[in-house]
């Protein structure tokens, strides 16, 4: 089982993960000339990959092109999820 600390260390290298990937348009921005640069491109993998492996010490690079992909998905699911409620009319509001 997982301690706080734990949870905290994870979740604190997923979100400076996160934001080193928005740092590096090669790896999203399918409009931008770096996109199609293989070196660009791996140099952001890499830098990921350096983040990644304060939680997983033998991660390559196809663990974080799946980590990527898995945090799109999470993305498009959670989105959709509230785009569909705003269609349905059904709005929550946090408290």
């Known amino acids: 089982m997982e301690d706080i600390n734990g949870k905290r260390n994870k979740r604190k290298v997923l979100l400076q993960f996160i934001h080193?990937?928005?740092d590096y348009p090669a790896l999203w921005k399918v409009k931008s000339k770096e996109y199609c640069n293989k070196i660009v491109r791996s140099k952001g993998i890499s830098a990921l990959q350096d983040i990644l492996?304060?939680?997983e010490l033998?991660?390559?690079q196809d663990t974080v092109i799946k980590k990527i992909k898995s945090l799109q998905s999470s993305f498009r699911k959670e989105?959709?999820?509230t785009e569909n409620s705003?269609?349905?009319g059904f709005n929550v509001h946090l408290v």
């Open 58 to 60: 033998d991660c390559t």
């Open 79 to 81: 989105y959709r999820k």
């Open 20 to 22: 080193t990937y928005r």
């Open 86 to 88: 705003k269609k349905s």
């Open 53 to 55: 492996k304060e939680l």
